[in-house]
């Protein structure tokens, strides 16, 4: 079965530093999502993609934050200046339309 | 905006018994309610969903109720098996345009062998 594959499983940076998670959505899937989870709470909405644009984003996907889609495959999400608090599982989603959502594995983020 | 309530927040059974986790929402425009499943490190795992045009789903041992006027759905597992401890999300969806999921805070279901 095909998966929404993420790189890399662990990422750390320093506090100030750019980086870039990774996201292959499933091939055939059209709608992307970036989702976060602090340890040990629920999973938080960032920013949804269709069509080569943001559909939908939340609050915590402030000026920091950012999202494309370079080529046919890739999915990634950029944060500028790291903050601590920016530490927790990054998940990407994807799924055709008028189906669910699959997660990938996640990418766990360490600010220090 | 949508906002999910999820009860209990931890929830220990005997295995062989049955686990009730209940969610409600507030936003009646929402027609789409998954539950996933997620193990300690890992991605969340759509175990069942149900649409609000049906008012329970089974597979197995899982089902799934939906009361659109209270506005609140629950997941049920019967005959327990410590492999179904995790943390278990519900999530409520409005299905137009690409509108995210907004999940609940989650249940820790422990089956105690």
């Known amino acids: 079965e095909p998966e929404v594959t993420q790189t890399p499983s662990h990422q750390v940076t320093q506090m100030g530093q750019e980086v870039i998670l990774r996201c292959v959505p499933i091939s055939n899937h059209l709608y992307f999502y970036w989702y976060r989870q602090i340890l040990g709470q629920k999973v938080e909405f960032l920013v949804s993609f269709y069509n080569n644009e943001i559909s939908e984003k939340s609050e915590i996907f402030d000026d920091q934050f950012s999202v494309e889609r370079p080529d046919g495959s890739n999915f990634t999400l950029k944060i500028r200046s790291t903050k601590l608090e920016d530490s927790a599982m990054y998940f990407c989603?994807?799924?055709?339309?008028?189906?669910?959502?699959?997660f990938g594995d996640g990418t766990r983020l360490s600010i220090l | 905006g949508e906002n999910v309530e999820q009860h209990p927040s931890t929830l220990s059974v005997q295995e062989g018994d049955s686990a009730v986790i209940k969610c409600t929402y507030s936003?009646?425009?929402?027609?789409?309610f998954p539950w996933y499943k997620q193990e300690l490190g890992k991605r969340p795992q759509l175990i069942i969903d149900i649409r609000s045009n049906v008012g329970e789903k089974k597979d197995q041992r899982i089902a799934v109720t939906l009361n659109k006027t209270a506005k609140h759905f629950s997941l049920h597992i019967t005959e327990t098996q410590p492999e179904d401890s995790a943390v278990y999300f519900c999530?409520?969806?409005?299905?137009?345009?690409?509108?995210?999921?907004?999940f609940g805070k989650g249940t820790r279901l422990s089956v105690i062998a």
């Open positions: 999530a409520a969806l409005t299905s137009v345009g690409n509108t995210p999921l907004v």
């Open positions: 989603a994807s799924r055709r339309a008028n189906q669910p959502q699959h």
């Open positions: 936003d009646s425009a929402s027609n789409y």
